[in-house]
């Protein structure tokens, strides 16, 4: 992160580089974690355990300073972003497949299209982003009709995980209109810190710990969980929040359809998990209408300024 503030066009590149591919393989890495680990401690640990190893190195370089303020916005965005975004994809991955989550992830645009629009000045959709919309919809209920490998997709997981693209839309437009925000870094970390340590909450509410047995912990579940602490959240969520800085939210979304080629295909290379013609069919509806609503949306954006 400090080169990239010595160098911006470098930094946004590395950070839609590691947004891409980082998180197109976090799927794959949630879904072996989830075999023997509770879904909301393992996520908390791994934001509280990331955001309080960025909060040393920042307050180590003197950077770790906040206002009231600060603090209170970004525990807004963590709750929304990890919480609410994060916490409910770990827990849908405990039954539907690495692949299909993502598909259904990626149509969050959608609703950071609408939500835009409902903002003061915010920006109104073309026909076309309407088109994209319906489009996207339209390839969600496609995918949940369908299942997978003939077996029905668990409904409520389905549903767990619409609302996770609503929380995280909500948080990512909260964080790009707070007024006096923290430096980016400095942002993450709080977020991670504050959002990790709600989740670690939401996780002793629902008795995770008795769910929790370390014998039976797996090696590849231990070892996922690390590589979503390194990987997942200390280089990519900064890079996320980097961007939303330093770039529009319309191509900050276009990892929406970057990361289901990436998270399909680890899932039927690793794990095996199936992927019929209804799975491709709908993954080309959903990628389409988000190139066609994120294509708009920076159209509308350039017209505007």
């Known amino acids: 992160m400090t080169s990239a503030s010595a160098n911006p066009r470098s930094g946004v590149f ?6 891409y591919l980082i998180w197109g393989s976090t799927y794959l890495a949630i879904r072996v974690a989830v075999e023997t680990l509770p879904p909301f401690l393992m996520a908390g640990v791994r934001f509280m355990v990331a955001g309080a190893l960025l909060y040393v190195w920042l307050a180590f370089k003197g950077r770790a300073a906040a206002t009231p303020r600060q603090w209170r916005d970004n525990l807004v965005v963590g709750a929304l972003l990890l919480v609410g975004g994060n916490g409910l994809v770990v827990w849908a991955e405990q039954r539907i497949p690495s692949g299909i989550t993502t598909l259904l992830i990626s149509i969050t645009p959608l609703f950071m299209v609408m939500f835009d629009w409902m903002l003061p000045k915010g920006l109104r959709p073309t026909w076309a982003t309407f088109a994209g919309l ?7 209920g496609l995918l ?8 029905a997709l ?12 609503v929380s995280w839309a909500a948080g990512s437009l909260y964080s790009r209109h707070a ?10 970390t709080l977020q991670m810190l504050l959002g990790g340590s709600l989740m670690f909450v939401v996780g002793l509410v629902r008795g995770e710990m008795a769910d929790l047995h370390l014998a039976s912990l797996t090696s590849r579940s231990v070892l996922a969980w690390a590589y979503l602490v390194v990987a997942g959240s200390l280089i990519a969520f ?3 929040v980097y961007l939303l800085k330093h770039s529009t939210p319309a191509r900050v979304s276009t990892y929406s359809y970057v990361n289901p080629v990436v998270a399909v295909f680890l899932g039927w290379l690793i794990l095996g998990e199936p992927v019929g013609p209804r799975t491709f069919l709908a993954a080309a509806i959903i990628i389409v209408a988000v ?7 920076a159209r509308a954006t350039l017209r505007k300024a």
């Open 134 to 140: 319906a489009l996207g919809f339209a390839g969600v």
């Open 238 to 240: 900064p890079a996320y």
């Open 144 to 151: 949940i009709g369908g299942g997978t490998g003939g077996a």
């Open 291 to 297: 190139a066609i609503i994120t294509t708009q949306r």
């Open 154 to 165: 668990d409904l409520a997981r389905c549903a767990g995980l619409l609302v996770a693209c």
């Open 14 to 19: 590395l950070a839609f580089a590691a947004i």
């Open 179 to 188: 007024r006096n925000p923290a430096d980016p870094m400095t942002a993450a």
